[in-house]
């Protein structure tokens, strides 16, 4: 299984960005997949996830401003972010749940600042 995680930037705030993350492998439509965030100097942090049936959850303090959504089609979970906050400045990660493991895509940079 491999995460393939794209769409960040540079974006100044209030601004939006919508992130993908692509995953190979037939395990995708069956599991959950998540993104989790990390600043400088903090711990990774969960945004947010969806499970393979369309139900989602995330974090409080993105609530409102970010959406998950998947594509089984495309085998793709997207991450819209709405009302960027400069202390949403993080390398953004997606994972995948399987039953022995979690496997991590690569980091995709998100610099909320004017």
């Known amino acids: 299984v491999q995460l393939q995680a794209s769409g960040g930037g540079l974006v100044q705030p209030g601004g939006s960005l919508r992130l993908s993350c692509v995953v190979s492998g037939s395990i995708f439509t069956i599991r959950p997949v998540g993104w989790y965030r990390q600043a400088p100097g903090k711990q990774r942090e969960f945004v947010a996830r969806?499970?393979?049936?369309?139900?989602?959850t995330s974090a409080d303090s993105v609530k409102g401003r970010f959406t998950i959504s998947r594509d089984n089609a495309k085998n793709t979970v997207y991450l819209q972010m709405n009302s960027l906050k400069p202390e949403d400045t993080a390398v953004y990660y997606c994972?995948?749940?399987?039953?022995?493991?979690?496997?991590w895509g690569q980091g995709t940079q998100v610099t909320v600042s004017s």
């Open positions: 994972n995948l749940e399987s039953v022995s493991r979690v496997y």
């Open positions: 969806i499970t393979s049936g369309g139900s989602a």
